[in-house]
């Protein structure tokens, strides 16, 4: 097994004899782990007892995870300390599915050397509820995994919740983001289901990033006078020394795609197993789709919650197993996920704050190997860089060859997108304006309303070769508080999960052919329909489009694509087809 970097002065696990059970002392040898990390050297030294609640911050990829697993599987494998059987003895609390299922496994192998493992149980989201919980009720789990969701549910039937009635360690893993807003309401609701704090359960908060705010909330389930260790000096950048951090800025969103196909380029001889980011789960949807159609020679792979559990379980088993690939990845694996020997994150747009990008590019870089982390934003998105200056993020050594290659991929880009369907460019382009318009990011990259309409339009006309902005339900819209702003291509239907049909084009036509066809044909179709539709296009471009220039570049773009057909001969191989005509 892979192993950790272990600094000179690190102390043996053999140290630990006759203070860690012998069982766990075994299956460290057996995993191959000899020395101890520093964050687990702290914990294990440096607690005043291993049932002390504690706040504990390390770097990315560090072994945060053991750091937790030791202390508390060896207090429940103390003689007359386990709960009565078929009880559950530690609670551990993650964000994701994935990192849920990856830290089950790390407590399987802890426990594989005791006569009779104990049973850790996973209790996540899109799963098969009634089998998992089945097993759950007729077992005896001793560890309980779980992402907030599925655990409010186990906890809100009383017979499940007494099998956490004597729990005794409580963990939250990623814990700065279990306490933020989005997940803060589930774990208070959590931790009026389980038993009340003053029964002297432990608690244990764990993560690479611990913003100062944290600490305010972290009294929901640390005792005061709780022990805080961190690895981490203060005024040191969280992310790994061994990371160099590079940004590019393209020079418009539109080049979005083209750009990220010249990095990967430039990239390639260097890097050969490589998670891309991207801003929602749809837009990494069409990149994984386009980038899948030969612009990579890379194998593609893609995860992010618009995927069935079964679907994300299998790319997460592939892609830790691959030895080379390119994933295109959302949230769902920005934080804890171990990949062995990725060597590059690229972040396509801006991730949701400071921290998560850290954790982002803590995806590179583990147990002791090198990566490289390289942003890339568009000029009003680089504030980023200012409001994190703490962030070692320097410009890209070859931002000019990755600018300059860009244009190079404009034909294979569009082919790609020509190829992928309508749909699909629909869902990213509906994305893309939601995460701008729900994030409160609006003002940061200096847009009102209808200039991020503008802006995405210009995505999806220049970047995605869309004929024209993909429609948009009225009522998806109004949700995203852009009601009544110029510049949206109203779709004439749309179904009952607010997707919608383009105008202009018949709905019962779409039953007739195939996915493929069906985009093909529409395709065609728009490219007809373009001439005829000045007064759409007015209304699909805000009223300063015009003025702007933005404009004139869009009909550019039009004029210059022309039809499918006189694209048909060029190939879809890896290299950039403007190059080789
Ligand atoms: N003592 C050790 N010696 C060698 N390798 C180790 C040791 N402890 C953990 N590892 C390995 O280091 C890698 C990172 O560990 P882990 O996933 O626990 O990191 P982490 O600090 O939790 O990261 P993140 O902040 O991303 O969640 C894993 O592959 C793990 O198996």
Not at 132 to 144: E, V
Not at 535 to 546: F, W, Y
Request: proline share 6%; aromatic share 6%.
């Amino acid at each position: 097994m892979e192993g950790i970097q272990i600094q000179d002065d690190a102390q043996p696990y053999s140290s630990m004899a006759g203070k860690l059970d012998p069982r766990l002392l075994k299956a460290l040898d057996v995993m191959g782990f000899s020395h101890m990390t520093p964050v687990q050297q702290r914990v294990l030294t440096e607690l005043p007892t291993w049932r002390t609640d504690c706040l504990v911050q390390a770097k990315t990829g560090t072994g945060k995870t053991l750091a937790f697993l030791l202390p508390a599987l060896h207090c429940l494998l103390q003689p007359h300390a386990a709960p009565p059987k078929g009880q559950v003895a530690i609670l551990i609390i993650s964000p994701t599915r994935e990192l849920a299922q990856q830290i089950a496994v790390s407590c399987d192998q802890l426990t594989s050397q005791l006569a009779q493992p104990l049973e850790c149980h996973i209790a996540v989201g899109g799963t098969a509820r009634a089998s998992a919980h089945s097993r759950f009720m007729k077992g005896n789990p001793s560890i309980l995994v779980a992402t907030p969701g599925r655990l409010k549910d186990y906890l809100s039937d009383e017979y499940t919740a007494e099998k956490l009635a004597n729990f005794q360690t409580l963990v939250l893993d990623e814990a700065d983001t279990m306490l933020e807003s989005g997940f803060l309401a589930d774990v208070k609701q959590i931790l009026q289901l389980i038993p009340p704090k003053k029964t002297g359960w432990q608690g244990m908060c764990f993560s690479a990033t611990l913003p100062p705010k944290v600490k305010d909330v972290v009294k929901v389930v640390l005792k005061s006078g709780y022990t805080s260790i961190s690895t981490v000096q203060e005024n040191e950048t969280p992310t790994h020394e061994r990371v160099p951090q590079y940004h590019v800025i393209i020079p418009s969103v539109a080049e979005t795609f083209t750009a990220l196909a010249s990095l990967l380029d430039v990239e390639i001889n260097q890097c050969s197993k490589i998670i891309v980011f991207g801003v929602t789960a749809n837009m990494i949807a069409l990149m994984a789709k386009v980038f899948g159609q030969g612009l990579t020679p890379l194998k593609v792979f893609e995860i992010h919650s618009r995927l069935s559990q079964g679907a994300r379980t299998r790319t997460t088993d592939q892609f830790k197993e691959a030895s080379s690939g390119i994933l295109f990845a959302s949230d769902v694996i920005g934080r804890g996920m171990d990949f062995p020997n990725v060597d590059l994150v690229i972040q396509v747009g801006l991730p949701p704050n400071g921290e998560q990008y850290v954790h982002r590019v803590g995806r590179t870089a583990r147990a002791g190997n090198d990566g490289r982390a390289i942003i890339l934003l568009t000029p009003a998105e680089s504030f980023f860089m200012k409001v994190n200056r703490h962030l070692p993020i320097q410009p890209h050594p070859e931002t000019k060859a990755v600018i300059e290659g860009a244009a190079a991929y404009a034909d294979p880009v569009t082919q790609a997108m020509y190829n992928t369907d309508e749909e699909v460019k629909q869902r990213a382009y509906s994305s893309y304006i939601g995460f701008f318009a729900g994030s409160g990011l609006l003002k940061q990259v200096r847009l009102d309303k209808p200039g991020l309409v503008q802006l995405a339009n210009e995505l999806a006309i220049k970047g995605m070769a869309c004929p024209e902005p993909p429609p948009m339900d009225k009522k998806v819209i109004g949700k995203m508080g852009l009601k009544g702003v110029p510049g949206f291509n109203y779709a004439t239907g749309g179904d009952s999960n607010g997707r919608s049909a383009p105008r202009n084009r018949g709905n019962q036509d779409r039953g007739n052919q195939n996915r493929g066809n069906q985009a093909r044909g529409n395709q065609a179709r728009s490219n007809q329909d373009r001439g005829n539709q000045n007064g759409n296009r007015r209304d699909a471009l805000s009223p300063g489009a015009g003025q702007s220039g933005s404009r004139g570049g869009v009909e550019k773009s039009r004029g210059g694509r022309g039809g499918r057909g006189g694209r048909r001969g060029g190939g879809r191989g890896g290299k950039p087809q403007a190059a080789a005509a």
